[in-house]
């Protein structure tokens, strides 16, 4: 038996509704698939579901008396658990920047403020859409056993998803350690509510892992290294002229997540 078995103590919050559980006095089991025939209780009905007054049908001993047999919804709690201790971390740090350094500058949406969007575990790393009054960043946190705290702030890096190729930046903050982010929105004025820009931050996601937007990142990438040739084939003077349509050309991965997003919103 594992700490977690005899850790349930009638507390529903450590189990998951996956959970099956064994009576700890005379063994009977409940399993939520099959529910409880004795008490007409419905196949499908979790442990922490049970009426208040459901006993062992064998030897009435109170739920309370239940042991967690096995759990096969119990990493999806864990996970969930993670999120929620990292993400609230990375609010923190950044509604801490919004009260000390942001709140008077100008460029910022007050009506906009700090919030985690969409978070989910991708490749064991907590990854989601960061919006605050002043940004909308695409994060990526490092996982439970990884060390980011050695990133260096500024850094790029390329990172790959089924939609495409996006560049992030490092970068550290005190509670939430090393993290990379990826710039979708900044300044955030065309967001008139933080409904809208969570609307926004969700589509973002969903597009972030939609591989038919590859083939259009794909052609960014080609007219941008076909650009690259030709401008290593100039001279140094033409050069100058021909970096103008280069950084214009950099964002449009980055716009396949966001295109048209915001100005729908509005
Ligand atoms: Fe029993």
């Known amino acids: 038996m594992s700490g977690f078995e005899g850790s349930y103590m009638g507390n529903a919050g450590k189990i998951s509704p996956k959970a099956i559980m064994e009576c700890k006095i005379c063994w009977t089991v409940y399993d939520p698939a099959i529910g409880d025939d004795t008490r007409s209780v419905l196949p499908g009905t979790p442990f922490t579901q049970l009426p208040d007054d459901w006993s062992c049908p064998n030897c009435d001993a109170p739920a309370e008396q239940f042991l967690v047999q096995s759990d096969p919804g119990s990493d999806a709690l864990l996970e969930a658990a993670i999120l929620n201790r990292r993400t609230a971390a990375l609010v923190t740090d950044f509604t801490e920047v919004w009260h000390a350094k942001m709140r008077d500058v100008p460029i910022v949406n007050k009506v906009l403020h700090v919030q985690a969007v969409g978070f989910r575990m991708h490749e064991g790393r907590p990854l989601g859409v960061l919006i605050s009054p002043w940004f909308m960043n695409l ?103 021909e970096t103008v349509p280069e950084l214009v050309a950099a964002p449009t991965r980055r716009q396949v997540l966001t295109a048209g997003l915001a100005a729908e919103a509005e």
Not at 192 to 204: L, M, S
Not at 215 to 226: G, K
């Open 139 to 241: 994060v990526m946190l490092h996982g439970e056993e990884e060390d980011w705290s050695g990133l260096q702030a500024g850094e790029k890096e390329n990172i790959a998803f089924p939609s495409g190729v996006y560049e992030f930046i490092h970068n550290t903050r005190e509670q939430t350690g090393g993290y990379k982010a990826c710039s979708l929105f900044s300044p955030m004025g065309e967001f008139k509510t933080q409904a809208q820009a969570v609307d926004v931050a969700k589509a973002v996601m969903v597009a972030l892992f939609d591989e038919e937007n590859v083939a259009e990142t794909d052609r960014a990438a080609e007219i941008r290294s076909m650009r690259e040739e030709e401008v290593a084939a100039k001279a140094a003077a033409e050069l100058e002229e």
